[in-house]
């Protein structure tokens, strides 16, 4: 457990310096989801969807930005084990007695905090420029964790099928294409899906809502059950790489 406290901090001081070393790419990647918003934003109002009504816009940019988030824990733990699987290292990680799962577990959310610092700034900046009303409460903790989880569980999942295959880009385009419209426009046919939920009860939270009890039961129930799957699938994955010897090449 110690050893996973040392990779924590490590992780986040590599992050902060490669934030300090290059300033002027976390400025542009601020500017790019602001300009792509209000492209979104844009073509919903063309659409009839959201008007100028503050709360569809609330909807939306809530929507918008847990979609990247969610798009950004799954593709930041695939894209590490490419790179480990790239330089021949998964080997020399599975010897350090770390395990896989942990390792990866630990680095994404290491590096992760710059994203939601990013993502925080984002919403503040759009909320007031969209002129849109929201409350703050400690419920939208519990909520974003849970989120958070269940996007871990997700990246998991891919992660099994870039151990055994090497090559996720398509399913990772498939997911990209699936998950974040969903988050975003909150569609029925997936309001049972962690992720998608979570959007809902994250949004009510921001509105002033509350939130049924039953709810948050539900959304604890399945995020717990999506994390779980994605590391049985994960460490099913690790044990079959190794039999097959698969995790000291590409």
Same mark, same amino acid.
Request: overall charge neutral.
């Given at each position: ?7 924590? +901090?490590?992780?986040?001081q ?8 290059? =300033?002027?790419?976390? *400025?542009?990647?601020? *500017? /790019? &989801?602001?300009? +792509? ?16 009504? =503050?709360?569809? &816009?609330?909807? @939306?940019?809530?929507?918008?930005? @847990? ?6 824990? &799954? ?13 021949? %290292? /998964? ?9 896989? %799962?942990?390792?990866? *577990? ?18 503040? *900046? /759009? ?13 939208? @903790? =519990?909520?974003?964790?849970l ?16 151990l055994?295959?090497?090559? %996720? ?11 974040? =419209?969903?988050? +975003?426009a ?6 049972w899906?962690?992720?998608v939920?979570?959007?809902? +009860? ?7 809502g509350v ?11 399945? %995020? ?27």
């Amino acid at each position: 457990m110690r050893r996973l406290f040392i990779l924590f +901090i490590a992780e986040l001081q590599r992050a902060w310096l490669e934030q300090v070393r290059y =300033p002027l790419q976390f *400025v542009l990647g601020l *500017v /790019l &989801v602001g300009l +792509i918003f209000y492209l979104l934003l844009g073509v919903a109002q063309i659409s009839g969807v959201s008007g100028a009504n =503050p709360a569809q &816009v609330s909807r @939306l940019l809530v929507g918008y930005l @847990l979609g990247l988030i969610a798009l950004g824990v &799954v593709s930041s733990l695939s894209n590490q084990i490419s790179k480990e699987a790239k330089s021949g %290292t /998964l080997e020399n990680m599975v010897l350090s007695g770390h395990g896989l %799962t942990a390792f990866f *577990v630990v680095q994404t959310l290491a590096r992760f905090g710059q994203n939601l610092f990013q993502f925080a700034i984002l919403f503040f *900046v /759009l909320a007031h420029l969209s002129q849109i009303n929201y409350t703050l409460s400690w419920q939208l @903790l =519990p909520a974003f964790v849970l989120f958070l989880i269940a996007a871990l569980g997700l990246g998991l999942a891919l992660g099994a099928v870039e151990l055994l295959f090497k090559e %996720t880009s398509s399913a990772l385009l498939l997911l990209k294409l699936l998950v974040f =419209p969903a988050v +975003i426009a909150e569609l029925p046919q997936l309001e049972w899906f962690p992720l998608v939920l979570g959007a809902s +009860i994250f949004r009510e939270l921001l509105q002033g809502g509350v939130v049924e009890g039953l709810r948050w039961l539900l959304f604890a129930v399945e %995020t717990v059950a999506l994390y779980s799957l994605g590391v049985f699938l994960f460490q099913s994955a690790d044990l079959e790489a190794r039999k097959r010897g698969l995790l000291g090449h590409e």
